[in-house]
């Protein structure tokens, strides 16, 4: 896979990009990172990648012309790369919502290529936004740029590139394609701060504790998050322990 992104802060990315399963995932080859930055395109002395809105207002926008050349020159290089048809992603506020459905399916394709626009100042000249394939938002709340949600998107992917996870990473992974939330984790001491870790843990009894960590991911999935239950059949048995675990929960 190969990824490009264009942004006025190509360090920023490529910094980032360097560490954890990611980082590793770039340093087996799985992917492939290519930056492009606007004012490397602009025409006039002052390298000017921005300019005042029409119909005027505050805050500036970012000018066509710049950002079409850089997303040409990265398209170029990823036709020069093996990669004939990159697809072209807006990161915005605007977008559709990002979900692991939408990151698997991006991830699906080892050999995709993608080139993310990064935005700046109050956004990107719609004129431009129009010739994009796909805008997709990280979440919902102001940031002052794009280049953080599209590492979260290019993090999120290249985790799931094959052979971006070693076998205890690929095991853990497993478990959130449950839908559900984590279940609670402990590690040594025993106790800390008064409190002690849940029994069924130190018990030995491996059944005991996988149906334990399943009622939990339910219980926390149900009471904190249920839109991710809406998508998602319970089976009987869950709604047993789902039942038990309201059950045991402090009332009021
Ligand atoms: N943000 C909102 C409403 C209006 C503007 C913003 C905002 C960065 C260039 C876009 C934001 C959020 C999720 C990119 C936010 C994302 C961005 C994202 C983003 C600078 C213009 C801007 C209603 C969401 C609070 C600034 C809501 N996912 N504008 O943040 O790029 O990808």
Known sequence: MR????TLFPEMVEHAARFGV???ARERGLWRLGLWNPRDFATDNHRTVDDRPYGGGPGMVMMAGPLGQALDAA???QRADGCPAPRTIYLSPAGAPLSHR????????????YVLLAGRYEGVDERLVATLDEEIAIGDFV?????LPALMLIDAIAR????????AESAVQESFATGLLDCPHYTRPEHHAGQAVPEVLLSGNHAAIARWRHQQALGRTATRRPDLLAGRALTQDEERLL????REQPTG
Do not use: Y
Not at 143 to 147: A, I, R
Not at 243 to 246: D, E, H, N, Q, V
């Open 3 to 6: 990824i490009d992104v264009v």
């Open 22 to 24: 990611t980082g590793r």
């Open 75 to 77: 398209r170029a290089a």
């Open 102 to 113: 939408r990151v698997m399916e991006l991830a699906g394709a080892p050999d995709a290529g």
């Open 143 to 147: 940031v002052s740029g794009g280049e």
């Open 160 to 167: 799931q590139l094959p052979g971006a996870l070693n076998d």
């Open 243 to 246: 039942a038990a675990w309201r």
